[in-house]
């Protein structure tokens, strides 16, 4: 059998070949932070810390010694900040210590400002700027991608907030007009919060967003017929503009020299039903690269959507010999997949579970599930693309009452996913990653599995 | 047959603006193609039609409309969150902007579930893949089976 060699510089995952056991190079560098889980008073919400510098290189004509060498990095620790297994790239609200930090640019020397809307309508809007990324040992001082110079940064959001949308960024360096309202799907007046108000609020420093993919947007963004989330505001009037993949806001961990092919969340069991006090759990860099992070348990390859291609869930009531509810999610219009940044498993709906929805206090339903006692025999059965399959078993207890007893993380907490059978999926969120090792692979990566067989995984993978 | 009804409905409205919004007539689902400036089907089911739209950027909507021409529900799957003031329209926007106004909001990874007589809407999923539905109670066909507006099979 002949394979084909080519020759690649490290990590290009994001150009389209055919990479050849390019499997991760074993480091020694210190590879695990610590993360938090329902610190902060936000109830399943994991943290950490991330360490942000200028870079040593900076684009031509915004190094702030115009003519000699450019600064040394300044860098700056935030902690506070969210882990999101489902979203990509690293997002922090301006906390004004940004300084002489260098934005990507158009062609014209226009800042590029990107506007992300989640599914909830939450969004962040800010200038994108370059920096290096450290966590533990590990840095990210450049996207990996051919030609790519080094020491230049990865590209990282900066989410403005109401002083830099009057003022301006970094001293009005780069203005900030309100977020175009064709990236919004809903419109700004209505008075939906900001998302930074809602971030700053809770006291969240920003979302650090690890999931599968490497860049937040891909090919899409830079096509000539770019989707509305990447602007240049020339005199404060938005147009989309098309951003090359090196310049879009990029995985860190993707981006790092070493460990760079995925990460390991592993967190602490909690027992008891109404939940436990804040935890600490560890977050390490990178899979198979050294004897910290082997990769273990089932591994589920995913489809091009970053989901399970397909989910089934089961009621069964232990008192019935059969289940009162089953069907099977299909990807991508049901699309199910596992979530840190969702507080609760989100799952079917209370028609047909007949569970009662919690009520808010004018009696309009909250998205949690209020059953009177505690409840058992929810299942989901989670397939990958490589036919592994994984049953996953949760208990249910009245949301309103868990989020009142003083506790701030709980495994029994669930929600709402949808309206009727076929609108609903299943949102594995943080009571999925309690008690177990989770291994997000990203996408483009080769693995050894099963053993003895080196697959290359282009849409990435999770394990547990 | 539908294409014909479908002529007849453009030309008795004459041109409409924008999009063909739930809870509107079917007849700008054209100028939706041109907007999108994708591919475009029609799928015919008992008592009402499926357009489906697919632009460029993997954006899918489906529009489901009654022997009427009347938009009843709509779908999407999407990489990014769509333009829901396009699809849903500017009423229906209105009704989930009041329902949501008294909702404790931070970002979280939860779908979005918005339920009123006058508009059912769900929107989940992450980014590179949002998927959601909405429609309007009362303009269901009889005996429609709601659960089909999500039909993977449409």
């Not at chain 1, 110079?149 to 007009?177: C, H, K, M, R, W």
């Not at chain 1, 998205?367 to 409840?375: T, V």
């Amino acid at each position: 059998m002949v394979l084909t060699v080519l020759m690649s510089c490290r990590g290009g995952p994001s150009t389209p070949y055919a990479p050849v056991y390019n499997l991760p190079v074993p480091s020694t560098v210190s590879n695990t932070v610590p993360v938090t889980v329902g610190a902060n008073g936000i109830p399943n919400g994991v943290f950490t810390s991330v360490t942000v510098c200028t870079p040593a290189v900076y684009p031509v004509g915004q190094d702030p010694n115009i003519g000699g060498p450019p600064p040394a990095p300044v860098c700056q620790t935030i902690n506070n900040i969210l882990v999101d297994t489902a979203s990509v790239g690293l997002r922090l609200v301006d906390n004004g210590e940004f300084s002489q930090v260098p934005y990507v640019a158009d062609r014209s020397n226009h800042p590029v400002l990107e506007c992300v809307q989640f599914a909830d309508f939450s969004y962040v809007w800010g200038p994108v700027v370059l920096g290096s990324v450290q966590m533990a040992g590990e840095t990210a001082a450049q996207v990996p991608m051919e030609s790519v110079v080094p020491n230049t940064g990865i590209p990282i959001q900066v989410i403005a907030t109401p002083y830099d949308q009057a003022n301006g960024f970094e001293g009005g360096l780069v203005s900030v007009p309100a977020a175009p309202t064709s990236c919004l799907s809903s419109p700004l007046t209505g008075g939906l919060p900001n998302d930074v108000s809602s971030l700053q609020n809770l006291g969240i420093n920003g979302i650090l967003g690890v999931g599968t993919f490497l860049q937040d947007c891909g090919a899409d963004c830079a096509s000539s017929t770019p989707p509305n989330q990447y602007f240049v505001c020339p005199a404060g009037d938005c147009s989309a503009v098309s951003v090359p993949q090196n310049l879009q806001v990029w995985n860190p961990v993707a981006a790092f020299a070493y460990d760079n092919d995925g990460l390991m969340l592993s967190l602490p069991e909690v027992f008891p039903l109404n939940g436990s006090q804040a935890l600490t759990g560890s977050l390490t860099f990178g899979i198979d690269t050294q004897s910290d992070n082997t990769l273990g348990g089932g591994m589920f390859a995913l489809d091009a959507y970053g989901n399970f291609p397909q989910v089934t869930f089961t009621y069964q009531q232990p008192t019935l010999s059969y289940p009162t509810v089953l069907v099977s999610y299909m990807s991508p219009q049901n699309g199910s997949y596992i979530d840190t940044g969702s507080p609760a498993i989100y799952f079917s709906d209370a028609q047909t579970l007949g569970i009662p929805e919690c009520l808010s206090a004018s009696s309009e339903p909250l998205s949690f599930y209020c059953p009177p006692e505690a409840l058992s025999g929810f299942s989901a059965t989670v397939f990958g693309t490589n036919q592994s399959k994984y049953t996953f078993t949760w208990n249910l207890l009245n949301a309103q009452a868990l989020l009142k007893n003083g506790n701030s993380v709980f495994n029994t907490l669930g929600g709402d996913s949808g309206v009727d059978a076929s609108t609903d999926f299943v949102d594995l969120g943080l009571p999925f990653f309690l008690g177990r090792s989770i291994f997000v692979g990203f996408a483009g990566t080769s693995i050894e599995y099963p053993q003895g067989q080196v697959n290359t995984y282009s849409n990435g993978y999770w394990a547990f | 047959m539908r294409n014909l009804w479908s002529i007849l409905l453009i030309l008795l409205l004459g041109t409409t603006p924008g999009w063909a919004a739930l809870g509107q007539y079917a007849s700008s689902i054209d100028l939706d193609q041109q907007v999108l400036g994708g591919e475009r089907r029609e799928l015919a089911r008992q008592g009402y039609t499926v357009h489906e739209l697919i632009s460029p950027h993997g954006l899918v909507v489906k529009e489901f409309v009654s022997s009427q021409g009347m938009v009843f529900g709509v779908t999407w799957q999407a990489p990014h969150m769509p333009n829901l003031q396009q699809l849903l329209g500017g009423d229906n926007m209105i009704e989930l902007h009041q329902a949501l106004s008294s909702r404790p909001r931070y970002h979280s990874g939860a779908p979005l579930i918005v339920r009123t007589p006058k508009l059912v809407f769900v929107s989940g999923g992450h980014m590179r893949s949002f998927h959601g539905y909405a429609y309007v109670p009362g303009l269901i066909p009889a005996n429609f089976p709601v659960a089909v507006i999500h039909d993977t099979q449409n």
